[in-house]
């Protein structure tokens, strides 16, 4: 994924890209001004006791399902857990797309993998994600699955894309809510869809702040990012669930576990993730899945059970984990810490189940998505 230097406060480029963001009001739904701020969740964020768990495989829980004329998009396909989830569906029968800013890497990453289909995208740029999506729309095919793993975690600095947004929001949230909206042409086409957006227990960190989504006017934090990134994820699949299951689709959130190794924790110090309990005195990872410390192929076993289980059929705008839906909590007081990643517990917090907030995130993600696209022009 294209990261972009950060802006310093005399850069002129910076300073036009950081009034898009000044000139966007953000949007506030008639729903939410007629709950006047009350969270409305979904009922039906409670286990199902599906007899998986933590310690459940990605070829486990999609043993026996033929997904033989499908077509499924995995972002972030090609390292970590969206790769195994690639494998895995790509097993099952389904055709399997890859959208790559760097096709030389994915290819080789790929290469043991029989079939897969790699396309030319980066999820920072508008105009790459509308071709991406012109290209598919243009077969006339059907979208059964959508996965959106792609991600990054706990950047030091404040970085902006070149938009002039924050780049975890922009990476984790912005990114795949527009590819998602242009292909919904297609997913509604299969008649039974889902969308999967991989979040994070990280979500705890932080609510989405509407009014200043960039750090323009507090201080930046690399979890404080991340965590806004990841319930803006669970929020986006509440909102697109609520929209689109009259036409087929549903749309699942989830944490995968605490999965060292991948890559996505490379922003963070190794003494942070020993302290934690993920690597140990060595810097190796810990495996344990009954504390949440997981292979890629644990890890990726929920993605493909939200994208795959008919336990979740007539279900939708849930947050998952541990093949499971996940059990609603109310935020702890005090600063959450990396550490909590790796206690056997998790749930989803409150704030990120707020239907409320869900549609105002919809409506600020469009706005922002217009305004650069304008601002292109």
């Not at 953000?26 to 701020?37: F, I, K, M």
Request: net charge neutral; aromatic share 6%; hydrophobic share 40%.
């Amino acid at each position: 994924m294209r990261r972009a230097r950060p802006i310093s406060r005399d850069d002129n480029r910076g300073a036009r890209r950081q009034s898009i963001v000044k000139a966007i009001e953000v949007p506030r739904c008639r729903q939410a001004q007629q709950l006047n701020g009350t969270i409305v969740l979904n009922a039906q964020q409670h286990p199902l006791e599906s007899g998986y768990g933590a310690a459940s495989t990605a070829d486990e829980v999609i043993r026996g399902v033929d997904l033989s004329g499908k077509t499924a998009i995995v972002t972030g396909g090609y390292s970590g857990l969206g790769r195994e989830t690639v494998r895995v569906l790509r097993g099952a029968g389904a055709r399997v797309i890859v959208p790559a800013r760097d096709t030389n890497r994915a290819r080789e990453a790929l290469r043991r993998i029989e079939g897969v289909e790699i396309w030319s995208t980066d999820l920072l740029d508008s105009r790459s994600i509308a071709a991406f999506a012109a290209r598919f729309l243009n077969e006339n095919a059907a979208l059964h699955i959508l996965v959106n793993s792609a991600g990054i975690m706990a950047l030091p600095e404040r970085e902006l894309d070149a938009r002039g947004y924050e780049l975890q929001f922009a990476t984790n949230h912005l990114g795949h809510f527009e590819l998602t909206t242009r292909l919904l042409p297609a997913l509604r086409a299969a008649k039974g869809a889902r969308v999967v957006s991989v979040s994070s227990l990280g979500h705890r960190y932080s609510p989405v702040h509407f009014d200043d989504i960039n750090f323009e006017h507090r201080e930046y934090g690399p979890w404080l990012a991340y965590g806004q990134s990841k319930t803006a994820n669970i929020l986006f699949a509440i909102e697109l669930d609520a929209r689109e299951k009259a036409n087929g689709i549903r749309a699942f959130s989830l944490h995968p576990g605490s999965i060292a190794g991948t890559g996505l924790e490379k922003h963070i110090p190794t003494k942070m993730l020993i302290d934690a309990g993920v690597l140990d005195a060595e810097g190796n990872p810990i495996r344990d899945p009954s504390r949440n410390l997981k292979t890629i192929e644990q890890g990726a076993a929920t993605s493909v059970w939200c994208a795959t289980s008919a336990q979740l059929d007539g279900l939708g705008g849930l947050y998952c984990e541990n093949c499971d839906v996940a059990v609603a909590i109310e935020p702890a007081g005090g600063k959450s810490s990396i550490a909590e990643g790796v206690r056997p517990t998790g749930g989803v917090r409150s704030f990120a189940l707020d239907q409320v907030a869900a549609s105002r995130l919809w409506a600020l993600s469009e706005t922002m998505i217009s305004a650069a696209t304008n601002a292109q022009e």
